[in-house]
C-alpha cells in the first residue's frame, strides 16, 4: 500500500515554472505507476501526465504537452511534475496518484488509479 503527500503549488504568474512534487511512502513505491491529474472548480478531474514503474513511458494530457515533465525518482519514492509556460487555465488542484497494476503504458484513467493524494493548489495570475 502507498501514501502520498503533494507539495510545491502555490501562485505563479502566467509563463512562468512551478514544480510539484508528490512523497510517497510503503517500499513497493518503484512497483507503481504514478500519475498527476488537476481539478479546477466546476469542472471534471482531468489527465495531467503519468509515469511508468521505471520510468521508461510517459504519457501526457493534450493540454499540457510541450510544457509539463513528469518524472521519478524511485530511490527517494518521489514523482515530479516540471510546470512551464503556465497559464491561468493550468489553475486547479493537482493530484498524484498510483496505479498498483502493471502496464507497459501508464493509464490516462482516473479509475484505473488505487491510490491518491490530498492534492496541492496551483494558482495562474494573468
Known amino acids: 500500500q502507498v501514501q502520498l503527500l503533494e507539495s510545491g503549488g502555490g501562485l505563479v504568474q502566467a509563463g512562468g515554472p512551478l514544480r510539484p512534487s508528490c512523497a510517497a511512502s510503503?517500499?513497493?513505491?518503484?512497483?507503481?505507476?504514478m500519475g498527476w491529474f488537476r481539478q479546477a472548480p466546476g469542472k471534471e478531474r482531468e489527465f495531467v501526465a503519468a509515469i511508468n514503474r521505471n520510468a521508461g513511458n510517459t504519457k501526457y494530457g493534450n493540454s499540457v504537452k510541450g510544457r509539463f515533465t513528469i518524472s521519478r525518482d524511485n530511490a527517494k519514492n518521489m514523482v515530479y511534475l516540471q510546470m512551464n509556460s503556465l497559464k491561468p487555465e493550468d489553475a486547479a488542484v493537482y493530484y498524484c496518484?498510483?496505479?498498483?497494476?502493471?502496464?507497459?503504458?501508464?493509464?490516462?484513467?482516473?479509475?484505473?488509479?488505487?491510490?491518491w493524494g490530498q492534492g496541492t493548489q496551483v494558482t495562474v495570475s494573468s
Open positions: 496518484a498510483g496505479d498498483a497494476v502493471y502496464r507497459l503504458y501508464p493509464s490516462d484513467r482516473p479509475s484505473v488509479y488505487n491510490y
Open positions: 510503503g517500499r513497493t513505491f518503484s512497483w507503481y505507476a
